[in-house]
């Protein structure tokens, strides 16, 4: 069994800062892709940023020049340092992982229970 543990969302001003963590942890035998994805209220769950295994990242427009991912292979974690944060960045920041649980597994997609963000004007 595999579990993603989110942490560090909360309250802000716009134009400050927030970084968060999430941690997998459980039956891993490799992990491929780490991400984060985003879900404001009434909207779609989108794509906020991805990070391969090999280091190469992608970023939604509206927070390239921003936020920052990156993961620590070791630790089997993966962060979002957010910078310049706006009003409209406020949502469920999801964590997911694609990962194979054992050797002979197919790889798949876990996600995280999500950790708030709220960015105030």
């Known amino acids: 069994q595999v579990q993603l543990v989110e942490s560090g969302g909360g309250l802000v001003q716009a134009g400050g800062s927030l970084r968060l963590s999430c941690v997998a942890s459980g039956s891993i035998f490799s992990i491929n892709a780490m991400g984060w994805y985003r879900q404001a209220p009434g909207k779609q769950r989108e794509l906020v940023a991805t990070i391969t295994n090999g280091g190469n990242t992608n970023y939604a427009d509206s927070v390239k020049g921003r936020f920052t991912i990156s993961r620590d292979n070791a630790k089997n974690a993966v962060y979002l340092q957010m910078n310049s944060l706006k009003p409209e960045d406020t949502a469920v920041y999801y964590c997911?992982?694609?990962?194979?649980?054992?050797?002979?597994?197919?790889?798949?997609?876990?996600w995280g229970q999500g950790t708030q963000v709220t960015v105030s004007s």
């Open positions: 997911n992982t694609n990962l194979k649980a054992s050797r002979w597994a197919y790889s798949d997609d876990y």
